[in-house]
């Protein structure tokens, strides 16, 4: 176990809905990252948040967009969803003192658009 | 042209065999190379971790980074029925923020 929790575990939206997944970093780690993960697919990077700020952004549409909150933990938003976004959600946080880079992943929100 | 190839298998060995997992990846500036190895349904657990080329071990595992062919291993040794998953390498350059991972390779091991 990493420590790093996420919810909802599954989620079921309709085309055109919102939806927010939330995750809690492991104690001390200030950097939290999302990665969409399609079925048989590598996670591909959304964004990044550092200290409530967004530092870094993949090439995701705007209607994906985040928050992360004092106390590290972090939502991921979603609006106008479409069918290409059903996919497993994962969130990953970084330990400022440790090793660069280590990043260490949560279980994952599987969202499903119908 | 993805930035990390890896082939997705599957690869079936049986129980005790090494297994060799393998990426390429196409920008010289990846300097952080990392292995996940992914069970059904959940996160991926990071595995291994090295800077620049050359091996690291790690009980069973080693990884291994080759700057000058970019070409990225993990061997498995004696392996067992739980190291059935997919594995998936990852890069990242100084400075990113991002993680680049392969497709990921699904592992089977047969008791």
């Known amino acids: 176990e990493t420590g790093v929790t996420q919810s909802p575990t599954h989620l079921i939206k309709t085309r055109g809905q919102q939806v927010t997944l939330r995750c809690s970093s492991q104690s001390g780690h200030n950097t939290v990252s999302w990665y969409q993960q399609a079925l048989g697919q590598g996670p591909q990077f959304i964004f990044q948040?550092?200290?409530?700020?967004?530092?870094g952004r993949g090439n995701f549409p705007p209607r994906f967009s985040g928050l992360q909150f004092p106390n590290y933990s972090s939502e991921l938003n979603v609006n106008a969803l479409e069918l290409d976004d059903s996919a497993l959600y994962l969130c990953?946080?970084?330990?400022?003192?440790?090793?660069?880079?280590?990043?260490?992943f949560g279980p994952g929100t599987r969202l499903t658009v119908t | 042209q993805k930035e990390v190839e890896q082939d997705p298998g599957p690869l079936s060995v049986p129980e005790g065999a090494i297994v060799s997992l393998n990426c390429t990846y196409s920008n010289s500036a990846f300097q952080y190379f990392m292995w996940y190895r992914q069970y059904s349904r959940k996160g991926p657990e990071l595995l291994m971790y090295t800077y620049s080329s050359g091996n690291k071990e790690d009980g069973r595992f080693t990884a291994q980074v080759d700057k000058s062919s970019k070409y990225i291993s993990l061997f498995i040794r004696d392996s067992q029925p739980s190291d059935s998953a997919t594995y998936l390498c990852?890069?990242?350059?100084?400075?990113?923020?991002?993680?680049?991972f392969g497709q990921g390779t699904r592992l089977t091991i047969n008791p």
């Open positions: 948040y550092y200290r409530e700020e967004e530092n």
């Open positions: 990953a946080s970084m330990n400022p003192s440790g090793d660069p880079y280590e990043q260490y």
């Open positions: 990852a890069t990242i350059r100084e400075g990113a923020q991002k993680l680049v």
